[in-house]
Every structure is written in C-alpha cells, then in structure tokens.
C-alpha cells in the first residue's frame, strides 16, 4: 500500500455539497489516519500482498463519509478491505452508521498461490480480511454475486446515502443494478463508481446521473467518477 499523493478535496466538496474549505479540513483529518494507514500496510505486508490495486481514493471516501454523515452505505468490492477500512473509520467518528458490503472473492492459485487477478485473495484469507477488528461492529459483509445480492440488499434498506462500485463491470448489468440502488437514492444521496486506472466514464452510471438531475464528476486525474443526486 502506498500513501495517497494528491487527493482531491474539490471532488469531495462537490460531492458532499458542501465549500472547498469543508471539503480541505475533512481530508486533513482523513490523511491523519495514519494508525489505520499502517494496521492495512502491515496487515498486506503479513498476508504475503505487498501491492495490489485497491481504492485510489480511499482518503476521498473517508472525507466524503464524515461530510454527508451517511445511515446506511453500500459498497459492491472489498477485496482486503482497504475501502472498507476507510468508509467503517468514517462512520466510527461519524458515531452512527452502517457499511453493507457485497463481494464475490476471487482465489490465489492453489499450488502456486499466485495471484488469478490483482485483487484475488491469498490462501486463508476471507473479503476484507485487512479490516481492523475494532471497526467490524457497523460492517454487515454479504459474499456471492453482486448481480443477486444488490437486489437482496437494496430491498432491506429504506434508503442508501452513500453507494461504492469498486468492481469490474458492464454497462448493461451496471444499469440494471444501479436501477436497485435508485430505488432508495434521496436527494443528497451519493453514488461513485470506479473505473479502474485510467478508466473513463461508463455510460451506466453517466446515464443514472442525468437521471438524477445532476452530472458525473472525475476525481481528479483517476478513473473513479459519482454524482450526487439533486
Ligand atoms: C478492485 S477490487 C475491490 C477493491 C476494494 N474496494 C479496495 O479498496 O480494496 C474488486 C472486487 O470485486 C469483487 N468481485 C468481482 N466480481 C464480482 C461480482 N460479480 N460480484 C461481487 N463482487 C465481485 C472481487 O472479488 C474484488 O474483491
């Protein structure tokens, strides 16, 4: 794991709807979570997985959940658990809220343990596995296929202020999953999809926006892009 270099508060405080000055202090406070920046370094470095692609933003996430104070957040990919780890911090300092998390693990080769994708779980490791122990009382971790368990999750919540899709995806499956999570969108509620490095926009999630009367937003030079619902 690596320390975030540029994060953007322009992106969190447009997201949150909130001033750039409110969107500076929550990153600030965001980058000073070194203990939990070190307990996921550490936590990779003894799970044999120094690197890998996980949140390019995770500070993002931590600012824009203590901003927009969320009930009930959902994220589709945990992987480790790095945005997970972020998002559940947020939420302790936020002193109420949930983190719903959806993934379908992927496993190390078994003889080799060499990893089948970026993001495939070393031997004896379960999603989110890097999580502090101290953060898992709000964290509610569903395994299987996002394209059942969206629709089973987003069923049993009256609403979801803060959405995540950190998951390789295709547009038709994206728009019939994010037709779920519109079901409990509210004004002021946040969606955010990420694209991989270098990934552009996909038309799922810039179609849901204009829908929402509002408009998917870059985070600075990355893949990742959200809208926040008019
Ligand atoms: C890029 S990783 C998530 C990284 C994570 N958000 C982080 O910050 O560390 C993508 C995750 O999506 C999961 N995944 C892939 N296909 C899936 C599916 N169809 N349903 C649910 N999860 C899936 C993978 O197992 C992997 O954990």
Known sequence: MKVEDHPDPRWVAELAGRSLEAGTEAIAEAAAQLPL???LARKHREG???GYVEIDAPLELFALARLIRPREVVEVGVSSGVSSAYLLEALER???GRLHSIDLPKRNRPRSG???ASWSLPEGKSPGWAIPKRLRH????RIGDKRDLIPAVTSELDRIDLFLYDVPHRDRESQAEFRWVDRTFRS?????ADHGPGGE???ALRRWAGERGSEA????????YGFRSA
């Open 138 to 141: 709000r964290w509610d971790l």
């Open 217 to 224: 937003l870059q985070c600075q030079d990355l893949g990742l």
């Open 48 to 50: 044999g997985r120094p």
């Open 37 to 39: 920046f070190r307990h």
């Open 201 to 203: 926009l996909c038309t």
């Open 188 to 192: 002021g509620s946040v969606a955010i």
């Open 94 to 96: 936020n002193g109420r």
């Open 114 to 116: 060499r990893p089948t």
